[in-house]
């Protein structure tokens, strides 16, 4: 079997075989109807499935959503959580293919975690720099050592669309976030949900409550000046409005500081790197 050839999980669904997505842009190729035709068992479905016309993606896809401003549409919604729960009680460590692992929730395994978090060197002082960084999957011994799979950067000194920008911490949290659903073709990895779990307010109330009052106000503060980093609430909405026409529901946890150990650390190795200036995606094809 060649690599272009389709190659079989345990539970019958099928992945490309150099890429082990379902939805693959690279090999245009897209076996997600085995999920239609699962259920079926009538004698003809060996030939339905053989005669079934892959569609051709853009391989655009594979590497998230063309970059744009969010309408206002469509909001993070609360992942809900019980009791006194952390984020590890209800996601797993799973191998979903090609020995790449993601948290997977134990009941509902569509839907993954990913932990995100900035940090600021000098925050407010002058001198400031800035990085991100997330987490999006525990790692495995065959991958990396044990290690999480951790993605990080400096935050850039432009903005998403080209304008000079500043370093803060708030800043680079928004990053972060925006970093982590844009690195794959998610969707291609059969999730219909995604939850990013980050111990900043800022991101959370942010994105659910203050957001919405921004555009309600166009954009602008009590006092009429523009409201604080505009372009990344506008660039993290449009991402979500573009994950929802694909099938992912972007949702938020804000969890304790302790439980963000790995991604707080990452953001502020990052923060201490050479500076970048331009606006750059952090882009995951394989592992």
Not at 50 to 77: E, H, S, W, Y
Not at 105 to 130: E, I, R, S, W, Y
Request: glycine share 10%.
């Amino acid at each position: 079997m060649g690599d272009e050839d389709p190659c079989e999980l345990p539970d019958g669904r099928l992945v490309c075989g150099a890429h082990g997505l379902v939805r693959c842009s690279i090999c245009c190729r897209d076996y997600n109807f085995m999920d239609d035709l699962s259920d079926s068992e009538d004698e003809d479905s060996e030939v339905n499935i053989q005669n079934k016309l892959i569609p051709v993606l853009d391989p655009a896809d594979l590497f998230g959503n063309p970059m744009r401003r969010g309408t206002g549409r469509l909001f993070p919604t609360q992942f809900p959580v019980l009791r006194d729960l952390v984020p590890l009680d209800v996601f797993r460590p799973f191998v979903t293919y090609n020995k790449a692992t993601r948290w997977l929730h134990f009941v509902n395994p569509k839907q993954f975690l990913l932990f995100t978090d900035g940090a600021c060197l000098d925050n407010g002082g002058p001198k400031p720099t800035a990085g991100w960084a997330f987490v999006h999957g525990p790692g495995s011994p065959a991958t990396s050592g044990d290690k999480p799979l951790v993605m990080s950067g400096r935050l850039e000194r432009k903005r998403p669309f080209g304008e000079d920008s500043i370093q803060s911490s708030n800043r680079a949290e928004l990053r972060a976030v925006i970093a982590a659903l844009r690195f794959r073709h998610w969707v291609g990895e059969g999730f219909t949900s995604v939850v990013i779990a980050t111990d900043s307010e800022y991101v959370v109330k942010g994105a659910m409550e203050w957001a919405k009052k921004g555009i309600a106000n166009g954009w602008k503060t009590s006092g009429k000046v523009d409201v604080k980093n505009k372009d990344l609430w506008k660039l993290l909405l449009g991402e979500v409005e573009s994950w929802e026409k694909k099938g992912l529901e972007v949702m938020l946890w804000r969890v304790p500081r302790k439980c963000n150990k790995v991604a707080d650390g990452e953001a502020k190795k990052a923060a201490g790197e050479g500076e970048v200036v331009e606006w750059v995606d952090a882009l995951g094809v394989n592992f």
